[in-house]
């Protein structure tokens, strides 16, 4: 076994790996970007060694740096992660020829499945079904739209080289079929170098189901069984659980068997995931066969979609399914050793369900958020596979989340004996999380595990779009309750305990009458306004959101409020991030900002025509010039942030004015991209 390996990774996959080197004796070397030079991932090691800038391209993807700093701290492997190098077939190579052991498949086996097109063709010899599309070599424009044309709408376009949701997009006809090529080809380029796509028909009513697989250099294979991956935004995962829900014995063992058969197919070695789209159909009566019973009114067809060649961001529920640890295997494997187990030892004990915890606005097309984790609360925790709660994060209250990288915090992993057990306690833990300073999905998440489609297992990639009425701008405690709970985190602010002297107390106690507080909120967009009275007595009345009622409140010495109003109680923590109150309660979360009168008395400037970056990135490039008329939607620019490009469109009907920067410049959030001249109404 490896006395040392080096982490060519950052974040929680670098915490994770690092955690298992540990228990099994192996010291471990971290690399770090400027970005990262106080990150988790660096103290998890033993000793840590700088790459470079921020950016990726000038630490993460600089392989002879890497291996240089693997030569010198005395390094005999290096484990990948995921992303980054982990599918580069240069880079596994190059290892080999420094005479590392690269933790992974052999380069043949990366080379071979990391083009899809030619993976396709591959698993087709293999005998693995294959979606309807075109893989070819020839990537004329003219001849894709054909193909796609062909084929029949709706298509999907996707990075040849790719994965992550990257460089995909579904294109519904013919017309919109060019821009969504070139923008592909965007990504895909400057996401992997290489901007090739390939065309598929797009299944309706898919689901994602990928089989875990394992190989070792002796010639044994088995698959850790399944993972659904249906549920996701942009093309991207959100959650992922496995088993798969309604999968039979049957349809297991031959998915599992594909999945083996695709990676004896390029003589694989070590952790690989064969992913498959599934199509769903209504089961219909045949002749020599009944009606279809309960239960069995949907039939599934799997076809080969791609395998990735690393260790996936889902593994955890793989572990907490089959009780093993991925990353032992994994430096077993690479080490020389056999597989820890054969084909029918291994068994499905329960289910688990991991949500990925992202910086994002959900109810803004899911915009990365970038900022610094001023509370960054979470669920008691264990980091391996043996507890029912289980964080995977390379962050800390107090760390920043940058524009460089990915924009998941941390991943919440939760195990059960059945599915309805593991998601109530998936939505327990999610309760606990509290993220202060930077928005983030996790009420959004638990919206989804409400929903009635993702908890009768009605799945498919369409989910989402399909709950867009119950799960976009929700707003899970209300105004009564939001006002309430931020009157109270200020009363108990004012009222200082233990002082004697009723003249220094700030209660609104009075000697005669009562007195009237008004509070100004701006609450979901909408300025709001509470009113508290303090009454001779000593009690206190709310008026808040149409609800009135006597406000009741308390604290406990863990700091948490007991807050009891319009005939509820609630037990709250509150988070002041400057003027904003943010709220967590059991049954969600909410936020809500005091109005300073005097404060914005005198401010009377207006934006006017000014378009602003949303958030931190580069400027790709601009559809528009000075000069030109624009329609309201009209796109007028590309950013590319946190690997992902967003489009920026016209506000309202106008006339550029000027362009602020260049394609390739860098922008804060914030920045002016251009001025725009508004139609006179």
Known sequence: MFKKILIANRGEIACRVAATARRMAIRTVAVYSDADAHANHVRACDESVHLGGSAPKDSYLRWEKILEAAKATGAEAVHPGYGFLSENE???????????????????????????????????????????????????????????????????????????????????????????????????????????????????????????????????????????????????????????????????????????????????????????????????????????????????????????????????????????????????????????AKQQDLQINGHAIEARICAENPDNNFLPATGTLRVYRKPAATVFQRSRVRIDDGVREGGE????????????????????????????????????????????LRGILATESFSKADLDTALIERERAVLFDREPLGLPLAAAAAITRTLITEWPAGVPDPFERRDGWRSHGEYRRHFDFEFRGAEQTALLTYRRDGSLWLEAGGTEGPLVIGQFPTGEFEVEFAGTRQTLDVHVDGATAHVFASKGATKITAIDRLAHAGDTHAEGGRLTAPMPGKVVSFAVKAGDKVSRGQPLAVMEAMKMEHTIAAPADGTVEELMFSPGEQVAEGDELLRMAAVAA
């Open 401 to 444: 989340i940058s524009p460089f990288y990915d924009s998941m915090i941390a991943k919440l992993i939760v195990h059960g004996s059945t599915r309805a057990e593991a998601l109530a306690r998936l939505d327990a833990a999610l309760a606990q999380v509290q993220i202060v300073g930077v928005s983030t999905n996790v009420q959004f």
């Open 90 to 340: 240069e880079f596994a190579q190059a290892c080999a020829d420094a005479g590392l052991v690269f933790i992974g498949p052999p380069p043949s086996a990366i080379k071979a499945m990391g083009l899809k097109a030619e993976s396709k063709q591959l698993m087709e010899k293999a005998g693995v079904p294959l979606v309807p599309g075109y893989h070819g070599h020839d990537q004329n424009p003219q001849l894709l739209q054909r193909e796609a044309d062909r084929i029949g709408y709706p298509v999907l376009i996707k990075a040849s080289a790719g994965g992550g949701g990257k460089g995909m997009r579904a294109v519904d006809k013919a017309e919109d079929f060019a821009a969504a090529l070139a923008s592909c080809q965007r990504e895909a380029i400057n996401s992997f170098g290489d901007d090739a796509v390939l065309i598929e028909k797009y299944v309706q009513r898919p689901r994602h189901i990928e089989i875990q697989v394992f190989g070792d250099t002796h010639g044994n294979y088995v698959y850790l069984f399944e993972r659904d991956c249906s549920v996701q935004r942009r093309h991207q995962k959100v959650l992922e659980e496995a088993p798969a829900p309604g999968m039979t014995e049957a349809m297991r063992q031959q998915m599992g068997e594909a999945a083996v058969a695709a990676a004896r197919a390029v003589n694989y070695v070590g952790a690989g995931t064969v992913e498959f789209i599934v199509e769903q159909r209504e089961a219909r009566a045949t002749p020599g066969r009944p009606r279809p019973a309960d239960g069995e009114s949907v039939e599934m067809n799997f076809f080969f979609m791609e395998m990735n060649t690393r260790l996936q961001v889902e593994h955890p529920v793989t572990e907490a399914i089959t009780g093993l640890d991925l990353v032992e295997w994994q430096l077993r494997v690479a080490s020389g050793e056999t597989l820890p």
